[in-house]
């Protein structure tokens, strides 16, 4: 009832809502939008853009969508950022996302991508003045956010213009039997059946809705300039060369031509991907910043 009165309160405020958050980081600002996800409950997404940005005298600024990691919350995940869109010149919106039953495991549940696909209308629709560049839209995530980041340009590749996956899972069923491998594996295994509905053997289908590999011919034909980043030495996303590897040879394999190149390292799961780490070179790639 709590949240359905919220939800109430939200719609007859308008479309969204917003409110700025105090942020430590002198040329970025934080604001809090609201947006109702694909299940009718209203999430919150945190966007962050430069302190210094006037929609009356700066042109459009590029947008990335940033879906966070397993367990990860959209708060934290803003921290990935640090200043890096008041330093370079754009805009990041941290979803806090919903699954089919799990906001902070949704793994890549279909309806968790169409809403990642309408937050360029969620950010209009909650802060008009804000103009995006609608030819400049990205994805970035790491880890799920990563898993959520490929199916996005599999699922909606008109949309970006480019993308970035940090350490993911691409094959969900093969992550399933791994859990065990890592810390608290069992209460994993037992979160990812309630999310997904069961088992990959029980509903192998309803998994590989989940996993970009098996969108691996989407990804090669969609035309969006990709970067894969990978660890040989993750104990998080165990096995990545049958994970974030193997999505990258099969997309080559489809089209030898196809935008997508990968970055293979030894770091700890997910240390690339910060604003102190590799983010900065990886968004030079594709030209933000």
Request: glycine residues 10%; negative net charge; aromatic residues 8%.
């Amino acid at each position: 009832m709590k949240r359905l009165a919220f939800a109430l309160l939200l719609l007859a405020a308008g479309p969204a809502s917003a409110a700025v958050l105090p942020r430590a980081e002198p040329g970025t600002q934080e604001i809090a939008i609201h947006y109702v996800a694909h299940d009718g409950v209203v999430r919150a997404a945190f966007v962050l853009l430069p302190a210094w940005y006037s929609p009356t005298k700066d042109p459009p600024l590029p947008l990335v969508i940033s879906p966070h990691g397993r367990g990860i919350d959209a708060r934290t995940n803003v921290r990935v950022w640090g200043d890096l869109p008041g330093r370079e010149s754009f805009i990041v919106i941290n979803p806090e996302g919903q699954g089919r039953r799990l906001s902070l495991y949704s793994w890549g549940d279909p309806g968790q991508i169409s809403d990642l696909a309408r937050m360029p209308e969620f950010l209009a629709a909650a802060l008009p003045w804000v103009h995006v560049d609608s030819k400049r839209i990205y994805a970035v995530g790491g880890s799920m956010g990563g898993q959520e980041t490929l199916l996005l340009v599999a699922r909606y590749p008109h949309l970006l213009a480019g993308a970035i996956s940090f350490d993911a899972p691409t094959d969900l069923a093969l992550r399933y039997r791994d859990f065990p491998q890592i810390g608290h594996g069992s209460r994993l295994q037992r979160l990812a059946r309630y999310e997904v509905g069961g088992t990959p053997w029980n509903d192998p289908n309803a998994w590989a809705a989940r996993s970009p590999l098996d969108f691996a011919r989407e990804i090669a034909a969609s035309g969006v300039p990709l970067e894969l980043w990978w660890s040989t030495t993750d104990r998080v996303v165990v096995d990545q060369e049958h994970q974030s590897g193997l999505l990258y040879r099969e997309i080559k394999e489809l089209d030898g031509d196809a935008p997508v190149i990968e970055h293979v390292g030894r770091w700890a799961h997910c240390a690339e991907a910060t604003w102190t780490g590799k983010l900065p070179e990886a968004l030079a790639e594709l030209g933000i910043g």
